[in-house]
């Protein structure tokens, strides 16, 4: 079977997404599968590959399947797909649940013994913001859960931290 793998860009969070798919696939032993960057000789490759090999299956981001879906079409050929950002009806997704990485966030660190915890935020986009938001929650729901207040701290917050009893358990954004 071969897997289409496709990100916007290989840093940042593309490039942890890439690593947690490979780990993923390399547990397949039927996989074989191939990334592609949303580039400009993206439509170019993917068509390439598509002829030589053929794909079986594409994963990733919303943007590039929008790019191959005529091409796909054009050609009579269905692709199931299974996109990981930008949910939608129209096809499989997955996205991170953020309140739960919050929730998670908290449950390690009250397993480590903090008694002090913050949460630090530095979103900077819209999309970030509403991450950070659900994260956020879920972190003070669960510290508060297991009667601890938790503090936020925002940009410039080390005066904030010299004034905190330590040691203290941080969850930042990103």
Same mark, same amino acid.
């Not at 916007?8 to 490979?22: D, I, P, R, V, Y």
């Not at 091409?71 to 996109?83: A, D, Q, W």
């Not at 917050?157 to 358990?169: E, H, N, S």
């Given at each position: !079977? ?14 942890? %997404? ?6 993923? =696939? ?18 170019? %490759? ?23 879906? $005529? ?8 692709? +199931? ?5 930008? $949910? &939608?009806?129209?096809? $499989?997704?997955?996205? +991170? ?6 929730? !998670? ?14 949460? &630090?935020?530095? =979103? ?21 859960? &297991?009667?601890?207040? +938790? ?7 080390? $005066?904030?931290?010299?004034?905190? +009893?330590?040691?203290?358990?941080? !969850?930042?954004?990103?």
């Amino acid at each position: !079977m071969h897997i289409a793998y496709v990100s916007q860009f290989w840093f940042g969070g593309g490039k942890e %997404s890439l690593a947690g798919f490979l780990h993923f =696939a390399a547990r397949k032993k039927s996989w074989r599968t191939f990334p592609l960057c949303l580039n400009e000789s993206f439509k170019k %490759s993917f068509f390439a590959r598509l002829d030589k090999d053929g794909i079986d299956a594409y994963v990733g981001c919303r943007q590039g399947f929008e790019i191959v879906r $005529p091409g796909l079409e054009h050609r009579k050929t269905s692709l +199931p797909h299974v996109i990981l950002d930008n $949910p &939608a009806a129209d096809c $499989p997704c997955c996205t +991170p649940d953020n309140r739960a990485i919050g929730e !998670m966030a908290a449950d390690h660190l009250l397993r480590l013994g903090y008694r002090t915890l913050a949460y &630090a935020d530095k =979103a900077s986009d819209a999309s970030d913001v509403l991450h950070s938001e659900q994260r956020r929650l879920g972190f003070f729901d669960r510290s508060r859960a &297991a009667g601890r207040t +938790p503090i936020l701290l925002h940009d410039d917050f080390v $005066p904030d931290l010299q004034r905190l +009893p330590k040691p203290i358990g941080i !969850m930042a954004y990103n």
